[in-house]
């Protein structure tokens, strides 16, 4: 990912040249249609709901799921989709009332900045040091011990060097493991940072404000991202589901 | 519950938030129509309060920007397109003439979708004793922005 910072930094100068990046826009759907914010989000926020009522009545994956075991408390295991995105929500809506928002890309780039100081070296893609990037990076860096508390209260802290689900799709050793998550996060860092966000910052940030950028990152990232999980697990479904209902014990709460 | 009654249900919804749409495209038409000239005191109020609502562009020469300019003003060169320029066209703008010309704004206010024309201009803003930020401003900071 630092690698992905650094490939970013080096090419940022030149790419309003190759027409790939420009000033940033705010062309957001309710400016774009000229509906009001709140008339958009709530019929945007309905139909997104509607959607997932169909996916999940027409899911052909649900068959494969393990049945429902009875549930602990939510302080000693994992979290569902549904507890996690209330959190979040409340996190999206905090960030905004510090005048900031959050972006764990942006923020890494923000952080090298700040551990490159002292070397006396400056990015190109960073040029202020202000509160804004202050903020980002000290973000980035509170990332680590609350992942780490999260691990420990749901009693899932532990190391292994290739991941279960990894494992068992691909019965390969570690140096292949290596490889793909060295060359997943260059490739991760390298596009979300070009692309102006990853999914944190266009996704969960991004889709509130109604942003059309925002928008088409986002799905584009999910349509990439999909395809590529079908590429690398063709053939494999029972096995992933397998595995996914052992390692991943996520809840629907 | 029969698919003839989700198909009722589906249609209520659709209808409904067909009805919520008009609803808000008929408020933001009125919002955008009083939003076309804003006055110096309102404006130094709203920029006091939320420093981030307004896109200010100065569309007065370098010289007169720099000897005094509203606090986080763009300088754009007069009869230049904004395409191109480190301007955000979908954000809400205030446009800066040396005496709130409606002409000048009417020029380029068709490139910004959210488009104010500041009444009387500078003039009016010295003549209220708003304050003012004089000197060069960080060209390369602003054409920037900031990743991520």
């Known amino acids: ?12 100068p030149y790419l309003p040249e190759w027409g790939i990046r420009s000033y940033p826009q705010s062309m957001t759907l ?15 926020g309905v139909l997104l709901l509607l959607g997932v009522a169909f996916a999940d009545v027409f899911d052909p994956g649900k068959r494969l799921d393990p049945p429902a075991a009875k549930r602990a ?48 070296l400056s990015m190109n893609s960073v040029a202020m040091f202000d509160d804004t990037t202050a903020w980002r990076a000290a973000m980035v860096v509170g990332l680590f ?19 279960p689900l990894w494992a068992a799709a691909f019965p390969s050793g570690l140096k292949s493991r290596a490889v793909a998550a060295f060359a997943g996060g260059f490739l991760i860092m390298l596009g979300a940072l070009v692309g102006g966000g990853c999914t944190t910052g266009q996704f969960m940030s991004g889709f509130p404000t109604l942003s059309v950028g925002s928008f088409a990152m986002g799905m584009t990232f999910f349509a990439v991202g999909m395809a ?20 991943l014990d996520l809840a629907t709460d | 519950m029969s698919i003839r009654w989700h198909v009722f249900y589906l249609a209520l919804i659709a209808v409904l938030l067909a009805a919520l749409l008009w609803q808000g495209a008929k408020a933001q038409r009125v919002a955008l129509e009083v939003e076309r000239e804003i006055a110096a005191q309102a404006l130094y109020q ?33 009869g230049a397109a904004a395409k191109g320029a480190s301007v955000d066209r979908y954000r809400r703008t205030v446009i800066v003439t040396e005496e709130g010309d409606r002409t ?20 009016q803003w010295r003549m209220s004793r708003l304050p003012e930020v004089s000197g060069l401003t960080d060209v390369e900071g602003i054409r920037r922005g900031r990743p991520g």
Do not use: C
């Open chain 1, 73 to 120: 408390s939510l302080l000693k295991r994992e979290w569902g989709f549904a507890s996690a995105g209330v959190l979040a929500g409340l996190l999206l809506l905090a960030a905004p009332l510090q005048g900031q928002y959050l972006g764990i890309s942006g923020g890494v780039a923000a952080l090298t900045a700040y551990l490159a100081k002292p070397f006396g």
């Open chain 1, 1 to 12: 990912m630092l690698l992905g910072v650094f490939a970013f930094d080096a090419v940022f």
């Open chain 1, 145 to 163: 011990p609350g992942a780490a508390a999260s691990a420990l209260l749901s009693g899932s802290f532990g190391s292994a060097a290739v991941t």
């Open chain 1, 30 to 44: 309710p400016v774009l249609l000229d509906v009001s914010y709140g008339a958009l989000a709530v019929t945007l």
């Open chain 2, 46 to 78: 709203a920029i006091r309060e939320a420093p981030g609502k307004y896109q200010l562009v100065d569309l007065r020469d370098a010289l007169e920007f720099e000897d005094g300019h509203l606090p986080g003003a763009i300088r754009l060169d007069r």
């Open chain 2, 104 to 123: 000048l704004f009417e020029a380029l206010a068709r490139e910004f979708k959210l488009a104010a024309n500041l009444q009387g201009g500078m003039m």
């Open chain 1, 228 to 247: 590529t999980a079908h590429l690398l697990y063709w053939g494999r479904w029972r096995k992933l589901a397998e595995v996914r209902g052992r390692a």
